[in-house]
């Protein structure tokens, strides 16, 4: 069983930065995925980045560059940067992990999500 955590959300201007932190507590053997999925009200959830074991990354959307993705294995951590927030980045923010070959999957289907930390973002 895998417990996932986030944390690190709050309200900030436009322009301003936060980290996102997602403690993962548990049976971490064998890790492929983990990443970072965003839903905003009455939206679908969109994908923003994901690090692979062996610490790849892929970003979706035109997002690298302002925000990134990051990984402790040793504190089993993995965070998100994210720089020069608008206010379309008002959001509740998910982290993900699944085991495995999980490269081909969205972000919002890995197997082991956390509760989400709200990000709001003013003009």
């Known amino acids: 069983q895998v417990l996932v955590v986030e944390s690190g959300g709050d309200s900030v201007q436009a322009g301003g930065s936060l980290r996102l932190s997602c403690a993962v507590v548990?049976?971490?053997?064998?890790?492929?995925?983990a990443g970072w999925f965003r839903q905003a009200p009455g939206k679908e959830s969109e994908d923003i980045a994901a690090?692979?074991?062996?610490?790849?990354?892929t970003y979706y959307g035109d997002v690298e560059g302002r925000l990134t993705i990051s990984q402790d294995n040793v504190k089993n951590m993995v965070y998100l940067q994210m720089n020069d927030l608008t206010p379309e980045d008002t959001a509740i923010y998910y982290c993900a992990v699944d085991f495995g070959s999980c490269r081909w999957l969205r972000l919002s289907a890995y197997k082991y999500r956390g509760q989400g930390t709200q990000v709001t973002v003013s003009p």
């Open positions: 548990g049976n971490t053997d064998n890790i492929g995925c």
């Open positions: 690090i692979y074991n062996g610490g790849s990354t």
